[in-house]
C-alpha cells in the first residue's frame, strides 16, 4: 500500500474504483485510446487523512483547457457571494487589507472584492478560466501556489489578511508545501478559510462520485486539525455548506492564542462516532457503494424494458466516476444535456456518452432523466417544472435510488 501524502505512513487501502479516465477530460470525438489511471483511495490511520492512492499530473488536469466554469449555477453564484460579503465583514475596520484567493477560476467570488476597490489577487493555474476572471475584474496570477509563489506575493504585494480557497485545497497534492506558503502569506492576526466535500457527508450517503482525480483529498475536522497543527495553525471554526453534495468550510489561524469553538467539537464528535478516526469506520462503504449502482442500473434497465428512453441531466466531473464504475453508457443514456457551452456536442470521458444542449433536452419528449448534478437538485426542479409538469421524472441515487 501507498504512503500517506501528509504526513508519509503507511496508509491503508479503503476502496477501489479500476481504471477511470479523467473526469473533466470530455472528448471532441471518440478516441481509439484514452487515458485511464487507477482510482482507489486509502486512510492514513496517524493524520486521518482519506486520500486518492494514484494522482494523475496536474498539469494534465488544470491546464488552458480546463472545462470546469464556475459560473453556471445560479445558487453557486449567490454562494460566492455571500462569501464575499463574509470577507468584506472580516477585513471591515482594517487599513488597506489585502485579500487572496487559491483557485479563483472565472473570479465568481472576488469579483465582488474587487468592485469594492479592495486589495486582492485571485491564483489561478487554468489559463482559459484565469482569462475570465480577468474579464470579470480580478487581479490574477496565472499559477499554481507554492512556497516559493507565495514568498514571491509576499516580496510584490505584501501578507495577506485574509486566503481562502473553495473546491481547491482539495485539488493539491503538495498541501503540506500550500500549507508553508500560507504560513509565510499570512499575517499573524489573519484568516485562512477553505471549503471542500465533506467526508463524513461522502460517507453517510455513500457518496462515492465525489471520488475523481481532481479530488485528491476528502477533508473531515479530524484530518484538517491535525493538519492545521503539523504547519502551527488552530481549526478554530466550521460551517457546513449546502453546495457539492454536502461541503464543510474549516477556518484556520495561527495556533497562537486561538483556540477551536464548540462547534468543531461536535463536529470532531460526530466523525468519531463513526469511527472516521480509524479504518473500521469505512469498511461498509464499498458494499454501500455496490448497493447503489447494482440498484441504480437495475432501475434503468426496467425503465429500458418499458420501452422508455433515458437520458442525463448535467456533464459532472462527478458523473464520470458513477457512469464508468456503475457502467452505465450510450445503451441506456440516449444523452446528457448540459448548459456549459464548451461541453455541448462533446462525449463524456470513458463511456461516451454524447452532450447536448439544455434546448435539446427541453424539446425532447423523454419521460426519464438521471440527475446526475444531484448537487443542484432544488435549482434544477425548479428550472424543469414544465417537463415535470408533463409527466417527467428526475432518478436520483444518493443514498439510495428515487424516481421522483
Ligand atoms: P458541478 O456539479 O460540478 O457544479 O457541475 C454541474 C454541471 O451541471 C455543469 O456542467 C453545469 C451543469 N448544469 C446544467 O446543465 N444545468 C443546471 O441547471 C445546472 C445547475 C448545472
Ligand atoms: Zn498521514
Not at 473500521?280 to 426496467?302: A, E, P, Q, W
Given at each position: 500500500m501507498g504512503k500517506c501524502k501528509i504526513c508519509n505512513k503507511a496508509a491503508e487501502r479503503i476502496v477501489s474504483f479500476g481504471k477511470m479516465p479523467i473526469a473533466n477530460g470530455f472528448l471532441n470525438r471518440i478516441p481509439s485510446d484514452e487515458f485511464f489511471y487507477n482510482l482507489s483511495v486509502a486512510f492514513c490511520p496517524e493524520c486521518f487523512m482519506v486520500q486518492?492512492?494514484?494522482?494523475?499530473?496536474?498539469?494534465?488536469?488544470?491546464?488552458?483547457?480546463?472545462?470546469?466554469?464556475?459560473?453556471?449555477?445560479?445558487?453557486?453564484?449567490?454562494?460566492?457571494?455571500?462569501?464575499?460579503?463574509?470577507?468584506?465583514?472580516k477585513i471591515s475596520g482594517k487599513s488597506n487589507p489585502f485579500v487572496i484567493e487559491l483557485g479563483c477560476n472565472d473570479?465568481?467570488?472576488?469579483?465582488?472584492?474587487?468592485?469594492?476597490?479592495v486589495k486582492h489577487l485571485g491564483i489561478e493555474p487554468s489559463g482559459n478560466v484565469a482569462s475570465l476572471a480577468r474579464n470579470n475584474g480580478v487581479?490574477?496570477?496565472?499559477?499554481?501556489?507554492?512556497?516559493?509563489?507565495?514568498?514571491?506575493?509576499?516580496?510584490?504585494?505584501?501578507?495577506?489578511?485574509?486566503?481562502?480557497g473553495s473546491n481547491v485545497f482539495c485539488h493539491i497534492e503538495n498541501i503540506n508545501s500550500v500549507f508553508k506558503g500560507i504560513g509565510i502569506l499570512l499575517k499573524n492576526d489573519g484568516v485562512l478559510f477553505f471549503e471542500d466535500p465533506y467526508l463524513l457527508s461522502i460517507i453517510k450517503k455513500s457518496a462515492f462520485d465525489q471520488i475523481y482525480d481532481e479530488h485528491i483529498y476528502y477533508f473531515s475536522g479530524l484530518s484538517v486539525s491535525k493538519l492545521a497543527r503539523k504547519h502551527d495553525m488552530q481549526l478554530v471554526d466550521m460551517h457546513p455548506q449546502d453546495v457539492h453534495g454536502g461541503s464543510?468550510?474549516?477556518?484556520?489561524?495561527?495556533?497562537?492564542?486561538?483556540?477551536?469553538?464548540?462547534?468543531?467539537?461536535?463536529?470532531?464528535?460526530?466523525?468519531?462516532?463513526?469511527?472516521?478516526?480509524?479504518?473500521?469506520?469505512?469498511?461498509?462503504?464499498?458494499?454501500?457503494?455496490?448497493?447503489?449502482?447494482?440498484?441504480?442500473?437495475?432501475?434503468?434497465?426496467?425503465?429500458?424494458?418499458?420501452?422508455?428512453?433515458i437520458v442525463a441531466y448535467g456533464a459532472t466531473s462527478k458523473s464520470t466516476t458513477l457512469l464508468n464504475y456503475a457502467k452505465i453508457g450510450p445503451e441506456i443514456i440516449d444523452y446528457i444535456c448540459d448548459i456549459t457551452p464548451n461541453k455541448i456536442n462533446k462525449y463524456t470521458p470513458g463511456m461516451h456518452i454524447p452532450i447536448k444542449s439544455h434546448e435539446a433536452f427541453v424539446k425532447d419528449t423523454v419521460l426519464y432523466a438521471l440527475l446526475l448534478a444531484w448537487n443542484h437538485k432544488k435549482e434544477i426542479l425548479e428550472k424543469e417544472k414544465e417537463y415535470r409538469r408533463k409527466g417527467g421524472k428526475f432518478i436520483t441515487y444518493f443514498p439510495e435510488v428515487v424516481i421522483e
Open positions: 486518492l492512492d494514484e494522482t494523475v499530473k496536474p498539469d494534465m488536469l488544470f491546464n488552458a483547457d480546463y472545462q470546469f466554469i464556475s459560473s453556471t449555477s445560479d445558487a453557486m453564484a449567490g454562494h460566492f457571494e455571500k462569501i464575499s460579503a463574509e470577507i468584506l465583514e473570479g465568481i467570488m472576488l469579483r465582488h472584492i474587487a468592485a469594492r476597490g487581479k490574477v496570477l496565472e499559477s499554481f501556489f507554492n512556497e516559493p509563489v507565495a514568498s514571491q506575493i509576499v516580496r510584490d504585494y505584501g501578507q495577506a489578511d485574509v486566503i481562502c464543510m468550510r474549516y477556518y484556520l489561524k495561527n495556533s497562537l492564542s486561538n483556540t477551536a469553538n464548540n462547534k468543531v467539537g461536535e463536529f470532531l464528535s460526530e466523525e468519531k462516532a463513526l469511527n472516521l478516526d480509524r479504518l473500521h469506520g469505512y469498511s461498509t462503504f464499498k458494499d454501500n457503494v455496490d448497493k447503489i449502482c447494482s440498484d441504480l442500473r437495475n432501475t434503468l434497465s426496467d425503465i429500458k424494458r418499458k420501452g422508455n428512453r
